[in-house]
């Protein structure tokens, strides 16, 4: 498991991670009446801010790193790490640097959520 599933209100803006979704028919995580949308995650970086995670190795851990701006109404909202069917996560605030340290996972999953263009991945090689 080195995926995340997270979903998104289309209405309000919620967003949650999913532990194990549904599978039944007409059925799921609902808000605001309606249900919520699974986030694809995004791996081109088209836009100006830089969205993708990068990420050095140091010894056993990596310095994971988002160059993005950290403003209130624009920043990274969390930084997270998933490998060996565990999930590392730094919740952020505009305050902070977007930036994590977690193991070094090889084949793990790196993600980023910007409040305004939602999730992005990269592998960790």
Not at 51 to 75: D, F, R
């Amino acid at each position: 498991m080195n995926d995340l599933v997270i979903k998104k209100c289309i209405k309000c803006g919620a967003v949650v991670e999913v532990l194990h979704d549904c599978t039944c028919a007409d059925c799921g995580i609902q808000c605001c009446g309606q249900p919520m949308v699974t986030l694809n995650p995004n791996t081109t970086d088209a836009a100006f801010e830089k969205h993708i995670p990068t990420y050095e190795v140091q010894e056993n851990k990596i310095l994971a790193m988002v160059n993005h701006v950290m403003e209130p109404q624009h920043y990274i909202e969390w930084i997270a790490l998933v490998g060996n069917h565990q999930v590392y996560k730094r919740n952020l605030t505009p305050q902070d640097k977007p930036e994590a340290v977690f193991p070094y996972i090889k084949g793990a999953k790196l993600y980023s959520y910007c409040n305004k263009h939602a999730l992005w991945v990269k592998e960790v090689e």
